[in-house]
């Protein structure tokens, strides 16, 4: 059997597409391909309206059956090829989009999952919710990305828990925010640290806005370091342009001054800012927060170390809930540590309102680490050995790649039981946050139409949850060691090569007698 495969985000485009809608299909492809080549041949495309339909008439020219998988949602998978078609799609929410929006039929994805007939995602919640709509028989199934057998050399490895011995983990290119760096200390800590990382990073502002004028007054094309950094600011330049900049030049093309009715003050009739105070000090009182500039760094961990991989701009992945709580549990330990590993090119304003988060909270011993930057397969895998735990707090998850990983290589996991993790989540092999369902709109849903469900992160659960992982790697190592045990075993079963593979096979094989 041939096997034509597509994924928008390609080998190439991976690097600059980090955090764009999308680009975790790449690392699903990428994780499917050995299976698909124990099962035939593969092919990748780039331009499927044009490649998919000469390969598949090639193919039956030879008299050998060929399929497309498009690894991607099913309203951007191509449509009307000969080839069979075949969406490799994840999916969070409850129930899927079931209605047409901005007059495109294609956005419910009933239209295109009829028109090919059948589909693989990756958890039972969403064959469920695709069997709701199209039928109990619609030919579905639940294959998870096979990442279990990437990590076999670092499960022979064992592990140090909790680690007495640092381990340096190398960063190319990266850009590091360490809660214990000096010269973050005035930023983060006090009673006037949330005015001063407010003024820091207006400052920094301002200052990246400056360039951008003198760039452009120049005709000079910014680098993609400085058009990444310039692209931060945006929203901020409009919206000071709109409730500064207009008031004190009311003599710009296209106003006319008014005459004031009294010389009384305007009353503001929105309350005042609580967290942004009106007037921090004055300029060049706080001292300079450091640059966060990407550099080739090296971090060193130790302790009880708190781990998650996310976009910190998908809205799912509910990282203030992880940090603060995170903040509360572990204020009087200071071998406690969590790291949040950025998965987006556009670091700069999300490290921002991080800082701003850690100024919010009370004094804290414990460590965060935010870091942004690539890091290579034996440096990426002294990361995974440095930690106790994978942290997860989502309100839906379609599979959640790096929770998988986390659980392949033996780390259990504080997480949510639901969407596609209720496949593997339980207390065997972590420690379940509560959650409950809330309404709301599907996540490329431009009219945010309450349609679905999500769930909702019960903030004291996931600060009991980070207290009782801690308690169990300090005072019960033996139950840690069957957590981590039982982890390996229950993603052996979920995620392997050889579940893929199986469930592959009956799936097709069913299909195939189905279509006889």
Request: net charge positive; aromatic share 8%.
């Given at each position: 059997m041939k096997f034509l495969v597509y994924s928008e985000v390609t080998a190439e485009r991976i690097a600059i597409s980090m955090g764009l809608p999308e680009y975790s299909y790449y690392f699903v492809l990428r994780d499917y391909l050995p299976v698909l080549r124990q099962l035939g041949e593969v092919i990748v495309v780039e331009r499927p309206e044009l490649e998919v339909d000469p390969l598949y008439d090639e193919a039956r020219g030879r008299g050998e059956e060929c399929l497309f998988l498009s690894f991607s949602p099913p309203h951007k998978t191509q449509l009307g090829l000969r080839c069979p078609t075949i969406p490799v799609f994840a999916w969070e929410f409850s129930s899927i989009p079931n209605e047409p929006w901005l007059d495109d039929p294609r956005q419910d994805w009933r239209h295109a999952l009829r028109a090919c007939g059948r589909g693989i995602t990756h958890s039972q919640m969403i064959v469920d919710a695709v069997r709701q709509e199209m039928g109990a028989g619609f030919p579905i199934i639940s294959v998870p990305s096979p990442v279990w057998d990437r990590f076999a050399r670092l499960r022979d490895v064992p592990g140090e828990l909790p680690l007495e011995r640092s381990v340096r983990i190398r960063a190319r290119s990266a850009v590091v925010v360490d809660s214990r760096d000096p010269g973050l200390a005035p930023h983060i800590w006090g009673p006037n640290a949330t005015a001063r990382v407010v003024q820091a990073i207006?400052?920094?502002?301002?200052?990246?806005?400056?360039?951008?004028?003198?760039?452009?007054?120049?005709?000079?094309?910014?680098?993609?370091?400085?058009?990444?950094?310039?692209?931060?600011?945006?929203?901020?330049?409009?919206?000071?342009?709109?409730?500064?900049?207009?008031?004190?030049?009311?003599?710009?093309?296209?106003?006319?001054?008014?005459?004031?009715?009294?010389?009384?003050?305007?009353?503001?009739?929105?309350?005042r800012n609580m967290v942004e105070p009106p007037r921090p000090a004055e300029a060049g009182v706080t001292p300079q927060m450091p640059e966060l500039l990407p550099a080739d760094s090296e971090l060193e961990l130790s302790g009880v170390v708190f781990t998650a991989l996310f976009n910190p701009y998908d809205g799912r992945k509910n990282w203030a809930d992880m940090l603060t709580a995170f903040c509360s549990a572990f204020r009087h330990t200071p071998d406690a540590t969590l790291v949040f590993k950025l998965g987006h090119n556009e670091y700069l304003s999300a490290m921002h309102d991080m800082l701003i988060w850690m100024a919010r909270m009370p004094r804290f011993e414990c460590r965060v680490v935010l870091l942004h930057g690539y890091l290579d397969g034996s440096d990426f895998d002294a990361l995974i050995r440095a930690s106790a735990f994978a942290v997860n707090a989502s309100h839906g998850e379609g599979q959640c790649l790096p929770?998988?990983?986390?659980?392949?290589?033996?780390?259990?996991?504080?997480?949510?039981?639901?969407?596609?993790?209720?496949?593997?989540?339980?207390?065997?092999?972590?420690?379940?946050?509560?959650?409950?369902?809330?309404?709301?709109?599907?996540?490329?849903?431009?009219?945010?139409?309450?349609?679905?469900?999500?769930?909702?992160?019960?903030?004291?659960?996931?600060?009991?949850?980070?207290?009782?992982?801690?308690?169990?790697?300090?005072?019960?190592?033996?139950?840690?060691?069957?957590?981590?045990?039982?982890?390996?075993?229950?993603?052996?079963?979920?995620?392997?090569?050889?579940?893929?593979?199986?469930?592959?096979?009956?799936?097709?094989?069913?299909?195939?007698?189905h279509c006889a």
């Open positions: 207006r400052e920094h502002e301002s200052a990246l806005a400056r360039q951008r004028s003198t760039a452009a007054a120049s005709g000079e094309q910014p680098s993609g370091r400085q058009q990444s950094r310039y692209q931060v600011t945006r929203r901020y330049l409009g919206e000071w342009y709109l409730k500064v900049l207009c008031e004190l030049l009311p003599f710009l093309p296209g106003r006319t001054r008014q005459a004031p009715v009294s010389e009384e003050p305007v009353r503001r009739l929105e309350p929770l998988m990983e986390f659980l392949s290589c033996g780390k259990p996991a504080i997480a949510p039981r639901h969407s596609a993790m209720c496949d593997y989540i339980d207390e065997q092999v972590g420690f379940v946050v509560d959650s409950w369902l809330d309404a709301t709109a599907w996540s490329h849903d431009p009219r945010l139409a309450y349609r679905t469900l999500r769930h909702q992160i019960d903030w004291a659960s996931l600060k009991a949850a980070y207290r009782a992982a801690y308690r169990c790697v300090k005072e019960e190592p033996e139950r840690y060691a069957r957590m981590s045990a039982a982890a390996i075993e229950r993603m052996r079963a979920h995620c392997s090569q050889a579940t893929a593979k199986q469930r592959l096979i009956d799936f097709l094989l069913a299909d195939r007698r």
